[in-house]
C-alpha cells in the first residue's frame, strides 16, 4: 500500500493541469470570483454579469489522457434525446463507467477537483458529482434555463472538441434577467474552448443556453455535469404571471362573404365541421379564404411599416408578435374579424360552444397574436395548473427535464418525455383540387344558383371512413387532423432499452404503458376528458410556410402524460385549423433551426366560453 500512495496522487496529480493548482492562480482566481470583478489571463477568465462564471483554460495537463478519454466515450452508451427544451445524445453517468481514464477522471472531479472548487469559492459541497458526457451535432440545442434545482452547487463544462470556432454555433450563452428575475436576451457568449473548464455557481439568475450547432461536418464533445451541497433556502420570488390581453367580442356585424370561401359558410358543411369538432376536437380546413384576400394578407405581413416585438421570458417562448397599431389597413380589418360577434357566430356554429355574448349569462372573451417566427423561435411546455390557458408557468412540480448539457432534474418547467420521431411525426396532406370542392375557385354565381350539396359531395370525396385510426394523407385537407394515442405514439418512440441511470428515468421506455389497450379506448378516453374539463378553441391560419420543413408542425401535448403529443398541425398556407384544447393541453412550437431561410406567420385565436 505504501507503494500504491505516491503512484496514485502522481497519476491525480497528472490529470489536472499544475497551474490550477499555484498559489498566484488560486489568490487570483479567489480575488476576481469574491470580488464579482472581471479578469481575463492566459489560463483564466471570470465573467461578473449577468453571473459569476470561470474559464480554466489548459485544464488538463495533457493530450494523451484527453484522446484515450475521448476514445474511450466512443466505447460509452448513448441514446439520442429530443424534446421541446433540448436535442443532443447523451451517455449514461459515467459514475458507472469502469474504464481507466474515465473512472481516474471522475475520481479526480469527485476528490481533489472538488476540494479546490470548495476552497476556493466558499461554496460548501458534498461528496456527490453528477458526471455525463455529450454531444450536440449540427441542429442541435440546449435552449434557456438555469440548473437551480435539488442540491446542485456548481455546475460544470469540460469541452473536448479541437479547432471549435464561432461559426459553428454551440456557444455557452449567457441572459440577462429583467426586473422580475426572468430571463431575456443573451448577453455573453463563450465559445468552446478545447480543453478550457467552465464552471459557474448555480442561482436562481444562472440562465444560459447551448446555442444551436451550426455546423454540418463538426460535433461539440462535453463532459458536463455538476457538484452538489447541502441543500439552501430558495430566495426565488414568486413568478409573476404573464399578462394576457383579453378581449371581448365587438358588436359588428362583418360581411364574412368578403374574406371567407363561400363553401364553408354553407349549412351542410358547417353542420359537417361542427361534427368533426365534437368527436375529435379539431378540423382542418384547406382554402379557408378567398384566395384574391389571401394573396393581399401575406404581401402585406412582409411590409416595413409593421412593428414587431419579441416575447419572452426565453425559458418558455421566443418569437415576435405584431403591434396592432402599426399593420396596415387590410391586415387590421383581417384582424378585428376574429374579434367581430361574426366570427363568435361562425365560431359557435363550428364548434357548438357557447361564444355568442348573453348580457345575462354568456360573456364570451378571446386572445389574438400574430406571430413572426424565424430561426431561432421556440416555445417550451409550461404548466398550465397556473395558467390561464397556457399563458403561466409554476415554480415547482414533479416532471422531470434536462439542464445544463442534458442530465435529468425535477425543474419548474414539466416536460413530456417524447422523441422527435414522436411528437414531430410527418403529416403530408396531397391537396388535389378534384378531390376538395374548397381547393377550388368558386363559380361568381349569386348563392342561390350554387349547388350546396354537389360542393359538399365534392368536399367529402376521398374522405376515408370515420375511424380511430386516421392517415391524413388519404383525407382530403379540408377533413381530420390525425390524432395519435399515447400508446400509439409509445410504438413510434425511438428507444432502446439500455441502462440510462437516474439521470434518464424521463426517458423510460413507454412500451410499458397498457398497449393492449384498444385504440377505441384511448380515443374515448381523450373525448371524455375533452368534455369533463373546461377548455378553450384554438383558430389557427399561416402564412408564407412553402419553406418550412415538413415535421415542424404546431402540436398540442399534455405535459403529464410521458407521450402527450396529442395533434399535429402542419405547415399549410390557407388552412384554417381548430382545435378545442383542454386546461391540461399545452400547444407547442418546436426549436426553427438555422436551415429557415426566412419569416413564416402565424394568426392565433382563442376563445374562451
Known sequence: MAQEEPISKKLKYSVISDHVYSSNFQQLFHDHWHNFSDVKKDNLEIISKPFRICKISNFLSNEEFMDEIKNELLDVKSRRNSIDLYQFEQTSDLANIDTKNLKLLYKTFQTDLAIWMERNTKIELNNKISMSSACYSDTDYLLCHDDNIGDRRIAFILYLSKNWTTEDGGALDLFDTDDNGLPRNVVRSLVPEYNSLVFFEVVDN????????TSPDKS????????HGPLKESTRPPRPDIEVNYIEPINTQVD???WITKCYLFSDIVKEIQQDVEQESFAFLSNFLREDIYEKLSSDLSSTVIVWQKVGPADIRNYEVAKEETLPELLKQFYNIFKSVSMFQLLKDYTEL?????????????TIELQRWSKGCYTLISDKSALPMSEKKSSSNGCTNQNEEGQEDSSDIPRTSKSGKSLQEKIS???????SGCDTPLSNKEDEEIDEDEILKKILKGKSPRSKKKNLSQQSSSSKLETLSPQKLGRLLDTDDSDVSDIGDYLSDPLDCSLECSDQEDQEDIEDTNVSEPGALDVIIQFHTNHVPEDDTIDYVDPKEQEGALIHVPAKNNHLCLVYKTLGTCRLQKYVNHYCKDYFYNLICTYYE
Open 206 to 213: 444562472s440562465y444560459h443556453q447551448v446555442a444551436e450547432i
Open 220 to 227: 461539440r464533445w462535453t463532459i458536463n455535469g455538476w457538484f
Open 256 to 258: 364574412l362573404d368578403n
Open 354 to 366: 357557447d361564444l355568442v355574448p348573453d348580457k345575462e349569462t354568456i360573456k364570451p372573451k378571446m
Open 429 to 435: 396532406s396531397d391537396d388535389k383540387s378534384a378531390e
